[in-house]
């Protein structure tokens, strides 16, 4: 406490003594009677020189932070001239802090710190001070302005902002490897004394790492540090102020060192033989089991490729690395069979994917291992001699024709016997059967190459000592083509030839089809037809490859002359029997340019020469149309009414009156005859349409004899006269004499009763029951009326 008031009066007396010169110079006014010379520089003038006579100098004092005293610190003194000691000055303070924190007496100017202050809170005040007269109030001087600069003391450590740190370093790194760079910071005043002045040491983590006491940055102490034996360090750091001297104060942090990994392991599998066992029923591409080799690195570095080392396995075994655990996996390449062999032997070695080359004088980075495999037998199906079987037949063969077999065989142990059939999926038509003891291949069906040419069914084959292992097999079947049918020339059958051809000039180009193969499938020969060679005006040219050109062989052509060719070409195939057939084409002459191009081939071209124009012949062409109607009209017009005339139905009785001389069936006949419709005419009167066969007109004079009167047969006559009279659409003539006529130079001459020259009770029907049962119901009609009574019929 003395010390410090001893400072500040010190500083005091020296400002008042104008032993200092202020750093801050303020105008003063003459407070005294002594006269006292300052350099003051006026802000925005020209610096100049002049004297001044000044009562006190003062512009800053000092006071200490962080006061624990019992009494206000005192900080310095005010004095005034013009202050004789007669309490007729006042002193008065204004700006930061007056009145709270810093206080002064009015009478003697002393200034106090009425509180503890903290420099790291805030390092100075700035203040104004005046004297005034005490009675008057009126200033006796210029307010001036000083500065209570807070004076530091040692409160605070470093402190690491940043920290805790996390860092990494490469495992086997030399000695002096960058690590981390770390950094404190000290609240208190760098400027002065040493409180400020940080120092880092490291108190745990030695002997691994070091750290620069000035600048903090941390290095690896220890060469080859291995990430395999320890990983994490974990170093405190101290940050100690005043320079590390004895009683500075210190903050400490903590930094995580994890060492990283590099690839200095290779790696090592833990046993040499690795024993697996696989059964032969293991399909191909399945795992059949997994080793490991052990690699300490970790991530890229411990990423390990393994491979077959050529030899035993090396056809039929493949191995993979499983990417999540590193183990290589064996895979079948190759179906196995307990059979053929029992065990296989080969070597797998496992090497690093990521070499670092600071490490290969290490040694090599890979190892070796023996993979022993032992085959466990298995029931297996039995097994087809062939994966496909492929069979040729001709069509049309009989059914029941072997063509073919297939054979399977149990390869097990003990084999047993093996049945075959059809799978119905494949053949639901059953166009095969198959033998199921020897697998012979038969037909069930006629076969059609133009149907189907190709028959796809699978086999079955099953052991008999167990059914259920069975194995398929796909069969092809070619129907062989029998050379049935010819080729024939191809569309266009048509073509045409320019008047102004070449000879030896190709005008078309045609080929053939054949029904029974395709044109690849063999060779087509074209000529020309014998009788079409005797001075031909075309010809046919085989180009060999199944077609042909037909050229011409004239030095032009006239359509005047002819208009159409026909040319007969003869086209063969090369299977056996050859067949052959003669296709004609049609050549048609039009009028071309110079150049080939076809400008006419119409028939009115033909006449266009002669003078008549297009206009007048297609009049001419529509005159003759319109008379080729007419005529075609009259001729139909005359068919159809004849037509008219004519009767076909079976229920109008002059149709069956026309027939009549049809032999019938006898009297069991009930079907191709209705006499019913004679005796009840009215049967037919709903049908009032004319169907009947006009008659052809006879011109046969005949003398008839007169005819006795008979009622029945004349009024029958009567009313079918009346109802043809009566109907409208009955034609205009009468077709009654063909009904009793029956042609001239007849013995019997007429059978009908019409012009008969006796009555019927004058005939005698005795001889119809010589005639057979047939005419028995026609005897015992005609034959009783013969023995009927009148006088009964009379009576009755």
Known sequence: MLTRNCLSLLLWVLFDGGLLIPLQPQPLQTLATEPRENVIRLP????????????????????????????????????SDLDKGEGTVKYTLSGDGAGTVFTIDETTGDIHAIRSLDREEKPFYTLRAQAVDIDTRKPLEPESEFII??????????????????????????????????????????????SARVVYSILQGQPYFSIDPKTGVIRTALPNMDREVKEQYQVLIQAKDMGGQLGGLAGTTIVNITLTDVNDNPPRFPKSIFHLKVPESSPVGSAIGRIRAVDPDFGKNAEIEYNIVPGDGGNLFDIVTDEDTQEGVIKLKKLLDFETKKAYTFKVEASNVNLDHRFHSVGPFKDTATVKISVLDVDEPPVFSKPLYTMDVYEDTPVGTIIGAVTAQDLDVGSSAVRYF?????????????????????????????????????????????????????????VLDV???????????ETTVCENAKPGQIIQVVSAADRDLSPAGQQLSF??????????????????????????????????QQELYFLPVVIEDSSY?????????????????????????????????????????????????????????????????????????????????????????????????????????????????????????????????????????????????????????????????????????????SLSSIDSFTTEADQDYDFLTDWGPRFKVLADMFGGEENHNPEKDTVT
């Open 44 to 79: 925005g003038r020209r610096t100049h020189f002049h004297r001044v006579k000044r009562g006190w100098v003062w512009n800053q004092f000092f006071v200490l932070e962080e006061y624990m005293g019992s009494e206000p610190q005192y900080v310095g003194k005010l004095h």
């Open 149 to 194: 600069k807070v004076q530091d003391i040692n409160d605070n450590e470093p402190k690491f902002l940043d920290g805790p740190y996390v860092a990494s370093v490469p495992e086997m790194s030399p000695v002096g490897a960058y690590v981390l760079q770390v950094k404190a910071t000290d609240a208190d005043d760098p400027t002065y004394g040493n």
């Open 422 to 478: 059809i799978d119905w999926k494949s053949d639901g038509d059953s166009y095969f059967t198959i033998d199921g003891t020897d697998g012979t291949i038969a037909t069930n069906e006629l076969l059609d190459r133009e149907s189907t040419a190709q028959y796809n069914f699978s086999i079955i084959a099953s052991k008999v000592s167990n059914p259920l292992l069975t194995s398929k097999v796909n069969v092809v079947i070619n």
């Open 483 to 493: 050379n049935e049918f010819p080729p024939e020339i191809s569309v266009p059958y």
């Open 527 to 560: 000529r020309l037809s014998p009788e079409a060679a005797i001075k031909p005006n075309f010809t046919v040219r085989d180009f060999r490859n199944n077609t042909a050109g037909i050229e011409a062989r004239r030095n032009g052509y006239s359509r005047r």
């Open 577 to 749: 029997p050859i067949q052959s057939s003669t296709n004609t084409m049609t050549i048609r002459v039009c009028r071309c340019d110079s150049d080939g191009t076809i400008l006419s081939c119409n028939v009115e071209a033909i006449f266009l020469p002669v003078g008549l124009s297009t206009g007048a012949l297609i009049a001419i062409l529509l005159c003759i149309i319109i008379l080729l109607a007419i005529v075609v009209l009259y001729v139909a017009l005359r068919r159809q009414k004849k037509k008219d005339t004519l009767m076909t139905s079976k229920e109008d009785i002059r149709d069956n009156v026309i027939h009549y001389d049809d032999e019938g069936g006898g009297e069991e006949d009930t079907q191709a005859f209705d006499i019913g419709a004679l005796r009840n005419p009215k049967v037919i009167e709903d049908n009032k349409i004319r169907r009947d066969i006009k008659p052809d007109s006879l011109c046969l004079p005949r003398q008839r004899p007169a005819v006795e009167d008979n009622t029945d047969i004349r009024d029958f006559i009567n009313q079918r006269l009346q109802e043809n009279d009566t109907d409208p659409t009955a034609p205009p003539y009468d077709s009654l004499a063909t009904y009793a006529y029956e042609g001239n130079g007849s013995v019997a001459e």
